[in-house]
């Protein structure tokens, strides 16, 4: 079965092929960041308006590159949520027509669940169950995942996400959107001792998260003393530092919660540096197992949507021609397929 996966939740226009006997045949993204950039963050109306431009020439590049044609596709799969409204409402739209003329099903996929199936896209893919810690712009969670759509919420932040942490220390340090890789660059530049930031809930004895206290913190020292170019690289080293300490000692703690010895880390921050060296470390250290997906399936693509859609249709070819889009929705309303 060949899969046409559509992402069109946010910023970025992704489209890709997957075959569920062959794998990943193509994929294509169309990223709208220099766009937003001096807006300082997404403005949804133009984001809509840019993926109408871009999904059907996308879609026909994927189709030029696997060598396949339109009536080749045996089914669409687009991000149904959560996600801009206007910006979902694209995709949605041309999955349910293309899939209207070529007589073939369509399934909605929950954005966060393409994200936590992402890993599964690589080479030697992890075996259900594992821990899976999702640490995107929007979310900070650690998970039992038993198996599709079988996921246990064990963790959750409590106010900001790890990546929303980022990207406001990013905009106070003076750095361009999206912040996360912005501070993470400017981190390798400074040096460790200079700043002291907080560990926010590290013995906390749960799994749960809270990142507004270390914004706060790093508002406190932006403003304490004249920044130059070294004090912000010190201070986004700190910021670092402190983000990827508690990212770890909750995922070791999950792991030695539920007694599992894999674990996955997905969405936007999971392509941090100095957190993958920190979990790889810690997976020597504690003995487990931890994969990711490649950097650039870490952020927004249309491959995790095709593999998600297509683990669902394994199991229920019919599909759903829903046509709604749904701007909130909780991963853990989720059921087997
Ligand atoms: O998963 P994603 O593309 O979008 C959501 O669904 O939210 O994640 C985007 C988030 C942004 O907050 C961005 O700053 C952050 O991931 N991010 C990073 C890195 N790359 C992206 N954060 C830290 N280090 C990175 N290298
Ligand atoms: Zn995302």
């Not at 149904?80 to 409402?89: E, M, T, V, Y």
């Not at 007589?103 to 594992?130: D, K, M, R, S």
């Not at 001792?193 to 907080?198: A, Q, R, V």
């Amino acid at each position: 079965m060949i899969v046409l996966g559509i992402e069109s939740s946010c910023d970025e226009t992704g489209i890709a092929l997957y075959d569920t006997n062959h794998g990943l045949l193509a994929h294509a993204l169309h990223s709208q960041i220099r766009m937003h950039a001096e807006y300082g963050g997404v403005v949804p109306e133009l984001a809509s308006r840019d993926h109408i431009r871009r999904v059907l020439p996308l879609t026909e590049s994927v189709l030029r590159d696997a060598g396949l044609a339109l009536g080749d596709i045996n089914a669409i799969a687009y991000t149904q949520g959560p996600g801009l409204s206007g910006a979902l409402l694209v995709g949605t739209s041309v999955a349910e027509a293309l899939a209207f003329t070529l007589n073939i099903p369509t399934i909605g996929v929950h954005h966060l669940e393409g994200h936590l199936l992402a890993p599964l896209l690589e080479e030697n893919p992890p075996a259900f169950p594992f821990v899976a810690l999702l640490v995107s712009g929007g979310h900070t969670q650690l998970m039992r995942v038993s198996g599709i759509g079988e996921y246990e919420l064990l963790g959750d932040t409590l106010d900001d996400a790890a990546g929303e942490a980022f990207d406001k220390t990013a905009k106070l340090l003076g750095l361009e959107y999206p912040g996360g890789p912005a501070v993470s660059r400017l981190a390798e530049l400074g040096k460790p001792g200079n700043y002291k930031l907080p560990r926010p809930m590290l013995n906390s004895g749960n799994l749960d998260f809270s990142f507004s206290g270390l914004k706060t913190a790093v508002l406190t020292a932006v403003t304490a003393s004249a920044m130059d170019d070294a004090a912000k690289a010190d201070i986004a080293y700190a910021f670092q530092e402190a983000v990827v300490d508690v990212l770890t000692a909750k995922c070791v703690a999950a792991l030695n919660q539920t007694g599992l010895e894999r674990l996955i880390v997905s969405g936007g921050v999971g392509a941090n540096k100095r957190l993958r060296e920190s979990l790889n470390r810690a997976a020597g250290k504690n003995r487990f197992e931890v994969s990711y997906p490649r950097l650039e399936f870490c952020t927004d693509n249309g491959a995790m949507i095709a593999f998600a859609g297509a683990m669902r249709l394994k199991n229920n070819r019919q599909g759903n021609h829903a046509f709604t889009v749904r701007p909130r929705w909780d991963l853990a309303e989720l059921t087997a397929p």
